[in-house]
């Protein structure tokens, strides 16, 4: 049996805006420390326009962080 990895951070596909939700109170900082005060919150997740999710991601993946493998069919490249 194979112990599932846990994801920092789960993105849902909201058409033209994703909902990108930390699950960590690491990943939580991290929106804080990198993502601007204007940010629009829906919840505890950062709506995002799908034009701005890969270099959101891409940032979360170069800092260490696991984002939900669901991210991957939403096309946008995890490493």
């Given at each position: 049996?194979?112990?599932?990895?846990?994801?920092?951070?789960?993105?849902?596909?909201?058409?033209?805006?994703c909902?990108?939700?930390p699950?960590?109170?690491?990943?939580?900082?991290?929106?804080?420390?990198?993502?601007?005060?204007?940010?629009?919150?829906?919840?505890?997740?950062?709506?995002?326009?799908?034009?701005?999710?890969?270099?959101?991601?891409?940032?979360?993946?170069?800092?260490?962080?696991?984002v939900?493998?669901?991210?991957v069919?939403?096309?946008?490249?995890?490493?």
């Open positions: 049996m194979t112990k599932s990895i846990s994801a920092d951070f789960t993105i849902t596909d909201g058409g033209s805006v909902l990108l939700t699950t960590t109170s690491a990943a939580r900082r991290w929106l804080d420390e990198n993502i601007g005060e204007d940010a629009i919150y829906l919840g505890r997740g950062l709506a995002v326009e799908r034009r701005f999710v890969d270099q959101i991601i891409e940032g979360i993946v170069a800092d260490g962080f696991r939900s493998t669901d991210a069919a939403l096309g946008i490249p995890l490493a």
